[in-house]
Every structure is written in C-alpha cells, then in structure tokens.
C-alpha cells in the first residue's frame, strides 16, 4: 500500500519535457480547433443549439496553437499544463451546453464526445495531473449533465448511462496510468545508465590517482634509500623528494578544490 | 683483500660504467624522471649493478640491441597518456624475443585492467610503493646479483 502511495505521488509529478509538453499542447490545441469547428457543423443539424459555446471553444484552441507558435522556444511545462486544462474546459463547457439539445432529439449516441475526449486526454496531456483533471472535467461534465436531465430522457437515451461514461474515463485513466508510469520507468533506467557512467568515470579517476600518487610515494620511498646508503647523493636525494612532496602536495590540493566544487554544487541545487 | 673492499671497488667501477658505453645489466622504463634515476640509484648503490633508463616503448625501441641484451627489465605499466603502456612494451619484447627477465612495476591497484594483463604474462608484479628492501632481493633473486 505504501509502495503504491510512493508510486502515485511520483506519478502525479510526472511531466514530459518542455519541448514535448508544448508538442502535445500543440496537437491537442489543433485538435479542439478543428474538432470543435466540426462539431458546429453538426449542431447546424438542429437549430435551436447555439452555435457559440463550440465556436467558443474552436476559437480558444486556435488562440492556444497562436500561443505555441509565440512561446515555443521559451516556455514553461506549468504554463503548457495550464492551456491544457482551459483548452480541456472550453471543450467540455461545449458539449456540456449543446448535449441537451442532441437528448432530445431521437438519434443521439450519449456523451460521445466526451468519451473521445477522455481517451485523447490520456493519450495526449502533457502531464499525468493534467490527464487525470482533463478525464474528471469531461467525464464529471457529462455525468453531471446526465442527472439534469429528466426523469423521462434518462430512461429514453441509451441504457448503461452514466456508467459507460464513467467506464470511459476509468479506461482512460488507466491508459494514462500506463503511459506515464512508462515514461517514469524510462526516466528511472536513464538515471540509471547516467549514474553507472558516473561510477565508472569514478573509478577510472581512483585507478588514475591511485597511479598518480603512488609514483611520488615510490620516489620518495626510494630517495630516502640512496640517502641511507650514500653521502654523495645527498643534494640529488633530498632534491627529489622535495620535488615528489611538491606532486602529492598539487593532488591534494586538485582533491580538495573538486570537493569544494562539490559541496558548493550541492548548496545551490 | 676482504669482503668490503671488493664491494666497495665493485660500486666504484659501476660509477665508472655509467660514464662508459657498457651494455646495462638491468633496463628501467618509467615516464617519472625522478623514479627512473632513484632506481638507477637504488640499484647500483645496493647490487652494484649498471643500469640504464627509458622512457617510453619508442625510447627503447631505438636501442633494441642494448635493450634485448639485458638480464632485466623493470617495465612501469602506466607510461603516461596516448602512448603505448607497460603491457604494449612486453608484447613488443615478447616479439623481439627478448630472452631476459621482465618485472612489472605498477602504482594502480590490483584488479586494474594493466594490472590483470600483467599478471596474467606470469611474470612478477610490484605495487608501488614498494619496499626498497623487498625490491632489491627480487632483484637479486632474478638476476643472481650480490649485495654491495
């Protein structure tokens, strides 16, 4: 149980990257403008639907598309995020306004565009929260809509509303699910190949220093020998192993500058 | 005359072959100056022994004939950067056919990949730092030298 808790709290955080995020909102900006141009034409079937609330919403998607286009290079996934759901919100707020008018007439299929909505928003959202809110905005919207109807239309439109709606959004959530917890496993194998680089890179620099300072410890170690045999060499001796002190001295000292990076590294973040 | 002052004429005459062009008993290859001529120092200060040092395989390579006739080499593994190692070394003394004896000196750990390579020649290994007491009678162990 704690381990889904933990997996649901990584879940909701995960978002795709920006330039990803924006690509999405793109195609789901596109999508609405167009769609919603479409589905004013089939409210043209009936005269009494007002066509502004999906004009509205074909035009809120248009303006989203012009957004993107403006901010492509410098645009935040919170702000792509937000358009989202308002885009999500106008498209919902238009079939919310124009399904009454389809109930009653005789040929309706319920909430179809609901149902679509909510299975494009799982594949399409750039983030899992905005997933989830965008499949409780259009499957909420029709459910809610489905208890304002009368008595009488209720029964007279399709058996199993407003659960097959409510089978929708679960579905969609569940494709949702699938998805990111994908990209989270991605991310999570990326992390992992990048941190086995860094062990490696790791470990090849202690081979290196290892080496490294093990060369002036010999030399040292072998200076202090000649001077224990021999006078003569005494100036050449104690030169070298000034010299060696000197190396061990710089990488002690390159030590301790990359740790001092480190630590300043690990304030900032 | 006794046994000192053979010792000690035996160091002198070392001193002299150095200046001299005489064909070294022991070959030390190392990139580090100051270990190269401490084990040079080492060696004739304690075995009496005339040796001489390179620094890489193309040092060596232009004295092969010095080199081949050797009793033996001291090969550094690591010989600095983008230039052949200590193993690329023995392989070229291997297809020489250098007849002598071959002791690897290294200042990386044991399971470094050189390291490995080395061992697996079946030759000795030395981790540096090494004792100078422990490297002299290897040695005089594997050339047959007497102590000075």
Redesign the interface.
């Known amino acids: 149980m704690k381990y889904l808790f933990s997996e649901l709290k990584k879940l909701l955080k995960m978002r795709l990257e920006p330039k990803m995020a924006w690509l999405f909102l793109s195609g789901a900006s596109a999508l609405s403008a167009v769609g919603m141009l479409l589905e004013w034409r089939i409210e043209k079937a009936i005269e009494t639907i007002p066509s502004w609330p999906s004009l509205v919403s074909s035009l809120l998607g248009f303006i989203i598309l012009g957004i993107v286009f403006l901010k492509r290079n410098r645009a935040s996934v919170y702000a792509a995020e937000c358009l989202y759901v308002l885009n999500c919100i106008g498209i919902a707020f238009a079939f919310y306004t124009a399904d009454p008018y389809f109930a009653s007439s005789d040929h309706w299929v319920p909430f179809q565009g609901s149902k679509l909505s909510c299975l494009a928003a799982a594949m399409i959202s750039p983030s899992f929260l905005t997933a989830v809110i965008s499949i409780f905005v259009h499957g909420g919207s029709s459910v809610l809509r489905f208890f304002t109807f009368s008595p009488e239309l209720q029964g007279r439109i399709a058996v199993g509303e407003p659960w097959a709606t409510c089978g929708f959004a679960l579905v969609s959530i569940v494709i949702a699910t699938a998805r990111f917890r994908r990209l989270l496993l991605d991310q999570r194998l990326q992390k992992m190949n990048s941190d086995a680089e860094s062990y490696k890179k790791v470990n090849h620099l202690l ?1 290196d220093l ?10 040292i ?3 202090v ?2 001077l224990r ?2 006078n003569e ?1 005494k100036d ?2 104690l030169a ?1 192993i000034d ?2 002190v000197e190396k061990l001295k710089v990488i002690c000292d390159t030590l301790d500058r990359h740790r001092f990076v480190e630590k300043t590294e690990g304030r900032s973040t | 005359m006794d046994l000192d002052c053979v010792k000690f004429l035996k160091a002198e005459e070392v001193g002299f072959m150095d200046n001299l062009n005489v064909n070294p008993e022991v070959i030390i290859v190392d990139d580090s100056d100051d270990l190269r001529d401490l084990l040079i120092a080492v060696l004739r200060l304690y075995l009496g022994i005339h040796c001489k040092g390179f620094l890489s395989l193309d040092d060596l390579s232009k004295h092969s004939e010095e080199v081949l006739g050797t009793k033996l080499i001291i090969l550094d593994l690591n010989l600095g950067d983008m230039i052949p190692n200590g193993m690329d070394v023995y392989h070229w003394l291997t297809a020489q056919n250098y007849a002598g004896s071959v002791i690897f000196l290294t200042g990386h750990a044991w399971n470094h990949p050189l390291a490995v390579q080395a061992v697996a020649t079946g030759r000795p290994l030395l981790t540096k730092p090494v004792n100078t007491d422990v490297l002299v009678s290897l040695i005089r162990e594997t050339i047959g030298a007497d102590l000075v």
């Open positions: 081979y290892r080496d490294l300072m093990n060369t002036p410890v010999q030399s170690s072998l200076a020998s000649v045999k021999s060499d050449k001796a070298q010299r060696n």
